[in-house]
């Protein structure tokens, strides 16, 4: 079968024929119709992941949309090594599948699923969501922030404060829920002082954390400076687009009730994370999820690797 082949650690996949795979007791073949390109599947296929694989030739990708031998159409997520979602077939224990909705397409659901379900995860899981709660999303403007606003939305926040750098990005989130954006700008003291004006005037309950460094920070600093009698906020940690560390004044966090928290791979159960993602597919038409996606056929898996940005979002198509 044709797939894109990982053959050592920090190459790009190439394009080239994998053995095919044979399920054993517990697994599902699945004829693979979409594959969606983002960070994590990078990472993983090019060794800098936590999770990645060290044994090669392996196929990438994390996960995919397919149908299984009997014609059911599903998401899956995780197949067995050294089996990937970019290839003409994978492999998958059963309880890594979920159903989809017959009126949402391949591409739309191999897009939405990774950054869909960050948010989704974050703030039914994790962050335990209350409908009338406001949300702030620091890095509101890539593809997961700009879910994490509908997202939220979805879910019952009264009032979404979308937070990033592109003045136009941001500008554009309103028509998806947002009530109020912020400009980071040079992510100073001006910043801190307008995000402690939402903390002290309407109150913040969950932060989305998408970026980390200078920005969390002063989010966190605010949080401490709003004096809130109220429940704490709940900050919950997704991503770490801008920095991998932080350096924060203990005084932050001894001075407020302030939760700080996690989401990511085993931050919850496997059978919460998949249940998160058969709400996020069964959600995604009836709430008018948009995400913007660019799809290339497999067989241009080295191009689309090297030159696909992060939005849209890159879907290989498979055959």
Same mark, same amino acid.
């Given at each position: 079968?044709?797939?894109?082949?990982?053959?050592?650690?920090?190459?790009?996949?190439?394009?080239?024929?994998?053995?095919?795979?044979?399920?054993?007791?517990?697994?599902?073949?699945?004829?693979?119709?979409?594959?969606?390109?983002?960070?994590?599947?990078?990472?993983?296929?090019?060794?800098?992941?936590?999770?990645?694989?060290?044994?090669?030739?392996?196929?990438?990708?994390?996960?995919?949309?397919?149908?299984?031998?009997?014609?059911?159409?599903?998401?899956?997520?995780?197949?067995?090594?050294?089996?990937?979602?970019?290839?003409?077939?994978?492999?998958?224990?059963?309880?890594?599948?979920?159903?989809?909705?017959?009126?949402?397409?391949?591409?739309?659901?191999?897009?939405?699923?990774?950054?869909?379900?960050?948010?989704?995860?974050?703030?039914?899981?994790?962050?335990?969501?209350?409908?009338?709660?406001? #949300? %702030?999303?620091?890095?509101?403007?890539? *593809? +997961?922030? $700009?879910?994490? /606003?509908?997202? =939220? !939305?979805?879910?019952?926040?009264?009032?979404?404060?979308?937070?990033?750098?592109?003045?136009?990005?941001?500008?554009?989130?309103?028509?998806?829920?947002?009530?109020?954006?912020?400009?980071?700008?040079?992510?100073?003291?001006?910043?801190?002082?307008?995000?402690?004006?939402?903390?002290?005037?309407?109150?913040?309950?969950? #932060? %989305?954390?998408?970026?980390?460094?200078? *920005? +969390?920070? $002063?989010?966190? /600093?605010?949080? =401490? !400076?709003?004096?809130?009698?109220?429940?704490?906020?709940?900050?919950?940690?997704?991503?770490?687009?801008?920095?991998?560390?932080?350096?924060?004044?203990?005084?932050?966090?001894?001075?407020?009730?302030?939760?700080?928290?996690?989401?990511?791979?085993?931050?919850?159960?496997?059978?919460?994370?998949?249940?998160?993602?058969?709400? %996020?597919?069964?959600?995604?038409?009836?709430?008018?999820?948009?995400?913007?996606?660019?799809?290339?056929?497999?067989?241009?898996?080295?191009?689309?690797?090297?030159?696909?940005?992060?939005?849209?979002?890159?879907?290989?198509?498979?055959?």
């Amino acid at each position: 079968m044709k797939a894109a082949i990982v053959v050592e650690t920090g190459r790009t996949p190439v394009y080239g024929d994998f053995e095919e795979p044979v399920p054993a007791a517990g697994e599902a073949r699945i004829e693979v119709r979409a594959a969606a390109l983002y960070n994590l599947v990078k990472s993983r296929a090019t060794g800098t992941h936590y999770s990645s694989s060290v044994q090669f030739p392996f196929v990438a990708g994390v996960d995919g949309v397919g149908r299984r031998d009997d014609g059911r159409r599903v998401y899956f997520v995780f197949p067995r090594a050294p089996f990937g979602s970019m290839a003409e077939k994978s492999v998958v224990t059963t309880s890594q599948l979920v159903s989809l909705p017959d009126d949402l397409d391949d591409v739309t659901a191999a897009a939405i699923a990774n950054p869909g379900m960050s948010s989704w995860v974050a703030l039914k899981e994790r962050a335990k969501l209350v409908a009338g709660e406001a #949300v %702030l999303v620091n890095g509101a403007t890539g *593809t +997961a922030g $700009r879910l994490a /606003v509908q997202i =939220a !939305k979805h879910l019952g926040a009264r009032r979404v404060v979308a937070i990033g750098r592109n003045a136009e990005a941001l500008k554009s989130l309103y028509s998806l829920g947002a009530d109020e954006t912020i400009l980071i700008g040079d992510g100073g003291d001006t910043f801190e002082q307008t995000v402690t004006e939402q903390f002290r005037r309407d109150g913040v309950d969950v #932060v %989305l954390d998408y970026l980390w460094g200078p *920005t +969390a920070e $002063r989010i966190i /600093v605010a949080a =401490a !400076k709003s004096d809130k009698d109220e429940l704490p906020t709940r900050f919950v940690h997704i991503g770490a687009v801008s920095a991998t560390n932080l350096t924060l004044p203990g005084a932050a966090l001894r001075a407020s009730a302030i939760s700080v928290m996690g989401s990511g791979i085993g931050s919850a159960s496997r059978d919460r994370l998949m249940a998160a993602l058969d709400g %996020l597919m069964h959600a995604a038409v009836p709430a008018g999820f948009q995400i913007e996606t660019r799809t290339f056929p497999l067989a241009q898996v080295e191009h689309a690797w090297a030159t696909a940005p992060n939005r849209p979002r890159a879907v290989f198509q498979i055959p």
